[in-house]
């Protein structure tokens, strides 16, 4: 039997902690990340503000890192003087999510609960962190962002919030932010605070609510200039991206598909008005999915514009976008030819799995603006976007049409024998977009068709109630 002697047993001890701090030592060392930025040693309380240049670009595409790019060496503290250093939580082996964010941000004060979401979601797989940085729409003080130089600028969200604040000028004015923040917000990632130089934001920004994905080796893989904010669809993007990054996602969306239904490709209007067309996408599997949709091809005149929308919203101007789908879910894709002078406009969208790239669809889309089109009816458009969703649903559906000439719409709820569950509307109906909710709690669960009917012509939309 193999016996050590106390001065054995207690070199042999001596010798493993050695090598357990050689090995915290050198951990992360082989980790190659650009130079190191911002200060060495950690910022005083009385360390002053430098000064803060300003950022023209508010759409922050151009500033910062991009895909691909290895990030730098940084060491931020939290609010209570912890050390933080991106090598060292690199070397722990998990990908990295940053977002920047300020108090008087109304985009970061609506978005931190989908970072909370993130968390809950990706918490033993993923660290998220938020970096607190310049104050984004300070009171008396410049605002960084605005369009004119040298312009204070508010904004309508913080006055309604009664959010007004300075801009910090010492480093213990930026951390009694954090505290303002970490009391009134229910954040559950770590706030790091950036230096009094803003090192951090000059380097990853400047920006806003910048979102960065970093792989354990330190490159960016996911990189929204907004997060999670209507310019990235409400953050789809990186979620695809933290899904692509953590999940083995060959195997498990490969069988994932979707279709799609378009009940008319054309549109005709008046000139100068906004003609839109719709298509529901559905996601025929049991599987959550992603949908890159984009511009494959278009020929509109000088003067137009053609914007689209992944989730039924408001149609805005965009390259490309991703829409989100929950298993058997089906969302409506909306596009709008923003028409000026008299002309015809050609779009045609890719729509393509992200995960599947055998699961792909072209959808060509027509508009003609035309001063001879001065009723509803020459343009062959009585009732434009009857869309209704969420589809399945489950205690509320919404119900979107838009009129173009005063008329009575009648609206209903029909099952599958032809029986009415539910009458919607009866009425003559205002010139304009309407949104209805459409309280369903009472209707059992199973198939059925809304029917919106005007001037003798019905337009169906199928539905499923799930509880």
């Given at each position: 039997?193999?016996?050590?002697?106390?001065?054995?047993?207690?070199?042999?001890?001596?010798?493993?902690?050695?090598v357990c701090i050689l090995f915290d030592d050198l951990s992360g060392q082989d980790i190659k990340?650009?130079?190191?930025?911002?200060?060495?040693?950690?910022?005083?309380?009385?360390?002053l503000i430098c000064e803060i240049p300003f950022a023209p670009d508010n759409s922050f595409k151009s500033y910062g890192y991009q895909i691909g790019d290895t990030i730098p060496d940084f060491t931020l503290y939290t609010l209570d003087d912890k050390e933080f250093n991106i090598k060292n939580?690199?070397?722990?082996?998990?990908?990295i999510l940053i977002v920047t964010g300020s108090y008087t941000c109304p985009v970061f004060r609506l978005r931190y609960k989908n970072l909370n979401a993130i968390y809950d979601d990706f918490y033993d797989r993923l660290s998220t962190f938020i970096v607190y940085c310049v104050e984004a729409h300070p009171v008396v003080d410049v605002s960084p962002y605005t369009n004119s130089p040298g312009e204070v600028w508010i904004t309508p969200q913080n006055e309604a919030e009664g959010i007004y604040f300075r801009q910090p000028k010492t480093y213990l004015e930026r951390k009694d932010m954090v505290r303002l923040t970490?009391?009134?917000?229910?954040?559950k990632s770590e706030i790091l605070i950036d230096g009094p130089c803003n090192e951090y934001w000059t380097h990853f920004g400047p920006g806003a609510v910048i979102?960065?994905?970093?792989?354990?080796?330190?490159?960016?893989?996911?990189?929204?200039?907004?997060?999670?904010?209507?310019?990235?669809?409400k953050g789809y993007y990186m979620l695809r991206d933290i899904r692509a990054l953590l999940s083995k996602t060959t195997e498990f969306y490969k069988n994932t598909v979707f279709i799609t239904n378009i009940s008319q490709n054309k549109v005709k209007g008046i000139p100068g008005n906004s003609l839109e067309l719709s298509a529901e996408i559905t996601n025929t599997s049991d599987k959550e999915m992603f949908i890159d949709i984009k511009v494959a091809d278009q020929n509109i005149p000088m003067d137009w514009m053609v914007n689209f929308s992944a989730d039924g919203g408001f149609p805005i101007d965009m390259d490309s976008?991703?829409?989100?789908?929950?298993?058997?879910?089906t969302k409506v894709f909306k596009l709008a030819f923003r028409t000026g002078k008299k002309g015809q406009g050609y779009a045609k969208m890719l729509f393509s799995n992200y995960f599947n790239n055998s699961n792909k669809e072209y959808i060509e889309f027509f508009a003609e603006a035309d001063s001879s089109y001065s009723s509803i009816d020459d343009a062959e458009q009585l009732i434009d976007n009857f869309n209704v969703y969420p589809n399945p649903a489950e205690n509320v559906l919404r119900?979107?049409?838009k009129?173009?000439?005063?008329t009575n719409i009648k609206i209903q709820i029909i099952n599958l024998d032809g029986k009415i569950v539910k009458q919607i509307t009866d009425k003559i109906s205002p010139i304009g977009r309407i949104s209805l909710e459409v309280d369903i709690s009472n209707i059992p669960s199973g198939c059925y068709l809304i029917e919106l009917t005007n001037n003798g012509k019905s337009y169906f939309k199928k539905i499923n109630i799930k509880r």
């Open positions: 039997m193999l016996r050590m002697t106390i001065i054995e047993l207690k070199k042999f001890l001596c010798l493993m902690l050695f990340l650009k130079p190191f930025i911002g200060q060495s040693v950690k910022p005083q309380d009385t360390d939580e690199l070397s722990k082996g998990k990908p970490s009391e009134s917000l229910n954040i979102a960065y994905l970093i792989t354990p080796d330190g490159v960016v893989v996911g990189r929204n200039s907004w997060f999670n904010s209507w310019m990235n669809n976008v991703v829409m989100y789908l929950k298993p058997l879910e119900i979107d049409y009129v173009t000439t005063s």
